[in-house]
């Protein structure tokens, strides 16, 4: 599908631009290993990221911003309990900061250098502003603006996070590229008129089997990492 240039790149960051998966699979056997020895880290990650869906999903339209950070804390106690780990308080508070620390795939942040000197590059995550600042901080993600799901008390794929990328870039919809590894997200995009790109991320999951890593005609580029959307868009 011929694509015509787009002024600006939207990304992802959980799972798009990082891979937590791995990332909170060692946090998690790190601080508590020794009370848990031999337990399944990976589907504990699993666990914690539905269980973060699902709160995030039921907030109400309108009301009192709930904070992604807030969310991860409050559903790590339920899973940590359910699996007799007796954690203390400074060190759950600890783990669940690891969100916040999440590294980039190894394509990243080369994808995103070249893709730089051409397009203007910003965030579009669910995650808090702080978090975003800190992992791009963490894994030197060469951003040149960073948009977040709190800046207009919404998560994606609510139309109002994207309109408030939209805004703040200046730039009408057709000019911006929405990437993710997340169909649910560049199709909510490519209703509002975004261009789109699908990035496959098989191991988000840990597992292939948990993801969906398979491209489809309905967006305007499918790429196997970073650096294949740097290729396809002449970078």
């Known amino acids: 599908m011929t ?3 787009p002024k600006a790149l939207l990304f992802d960051v959980q799972g798009t631009a990082t891979d937590f998966h791995s990332t909170i699979r060692r946090a998690a056997a790190a601080a508590a290993e020794d009370l ?7 589907g504990f990650v699993d666990e914690w990221r539905a269980a973060y869906f699902a709160e995030t999903s039921q907030q109400p339209e309108h009301g009192p911003w709930v904070s ?9 106690d339920p899973l940590l309990d359910a699996r007799d780990i007796a954690l203390a308080t400074a060190e759950r ?10 590294d980039p795939w190894p394509d990243t942040v080369p994808g995103l250098r070249r893709l730089r000197n051409r397009f203007t590059l910003a965030t579009l995550s669910n995650a808090d502003v702080s978090a975003v600042v800190e992992i791009s901080r963490h894994g030197d993600l ?6 977040a799901a709190e800046m207009v008390g919404a998560f994606k794929p609510d139309p109002r996070t994207y309109g408030l990328a939209a805004r703040y870039l200046g730039l009408a919809p057709a000019e911006i590229m929405m990437v993710a590894a997340h169909k649910y997200d560049i199709r909510a995009a490519k209703e509002l008129g975004f261009r789109t790109a699908f990035v496959a991320r098989p191991l988000e999951y840990g597992d292939p089997a948990l993801g969906d890593a398979e491209f489809s005609d309905e967006f305007d580029i499918n790429a196997v ?11």
């Open 36 to 42: 848990a020895p031999g337990q399944d880290w990976g």
């Open 142 to 147: 060469p951003w040149h603006a960073i948009f």
């Open 93 to 102: 508070d600890e783990l669940a900061r690891a969100w916040s620390r999440l």
């Open 225 to 235: 990492d970073f650096l294949d959307l740097a290729d396809q868009l002449g970078c």
């Open 3 to 5: 694509v015509l240039s």
């Open 68 to 76: 992604v950070a807030s969310v991860y804390r409050k559903t790590l």
